[in-house]
């Protein structure tokens, strides 16, 4: 064992100056280690895969823009191309966010690297550079995203959703409540304020990319 190895830290040491065997000092990497740079730039790409607008593509020969709400998404996938692409395109975009969070534990990079690359697949979702940075909304990928860093809030929100749009028919609402049990669960489970702020800090993407849809639409009719 590494002398000077802190208890219940092991990557951080430091060594005494009269043992030669130890390097002169080692330490845990800064939280933007160089590997996180790359890894950014994966999470993005990754979340830049159009998967709605492919499936659109493939199946109607149109962009999925053009139909529908104008979102790049499962929802109106599902309603504009047919509920068995809606279903693809949902675990296409969940899988996104879940891959590049994985990618990045995979690494051991810190959690603050991994948070940053769940908020670059989602930015990659919703402006990917593949198709003129016009995307989705990014909801699937996030929840992808929230399912690796809190798997069982994210579970519990993921039942309550279809739960809440049975009894309300809408969408908005039910995704208020969605929400509300993801954060409930992650104060139960005792989650540091970092963790609880993460999701307030990336929901406002989707009201974003809604106001620049909508702006999209009249622009469109006008």
């Not at 047919?82 to 969940?94: I, Q, R, S």
């Not at 139960?188 to 909508?214: D, V, W």
Request: hydrophobic share 50%; aromatic share 8%; net charge positive.
């Amino acid at each position: 064992m590494i002398a000077g190895v802190t208890a219940g830290n092991p990557a951080y040491t430091e060594c005494d100056s009269s043992n030669r065997s130890c390097p002169d000092r080692i330490r845990r990497d800064p939280p933007l280690t160089t590997l996180a740079w790359p890894v950014f730039l994966i999470g993005y790409l990754l979340g830049s895969i159009p998967s709605a607008y492919l499936a659109s593509r493939l199946l109607v020969g149109k962009d999925i823009r053009q139909l529908g709400d104008g979102n790049m998404g499962a929802k109106n996938t599902f309603h504009s191309v047919g509920w068995l692409a809606g279903g693809v395109v949902a675990l296409a975009d969940f899988a996104k966010g879940a891959l590049a969070v994985l990618v990045a534990r995979g690494l051991h990079l810190p959690e603050l690297v991994i948070l940053i690359v769940g908020g670059c697949v989602v930015l990659g979702h919703d402006f990917p550079i593949f198709v003129g940075l016009r995307g989705g909304q990014g909801m699937a990928t996030m929840l992808g995203v929230f399912a690796v860093l809190f798997p069982i809030p994210t579970v519990a929100a993921l039942v309550v959703l279809p739960l809440a749009l049975i009894l309300t028919h809408n969408w908005d609402l039910s995704c208020a409540v969605a929400f509300i049990t993801l954060l409930g669960m992650m104060l139960l489970a005792g989650n540091p304020p970092r963790r609880l702020a993460y999701p307030f800090i990336m929901l406002p993407s989707i009201a974003l990319r809604k106001l620049m849809q909508t702006g999209d639409v009249r622009h469109a009719t006008s």
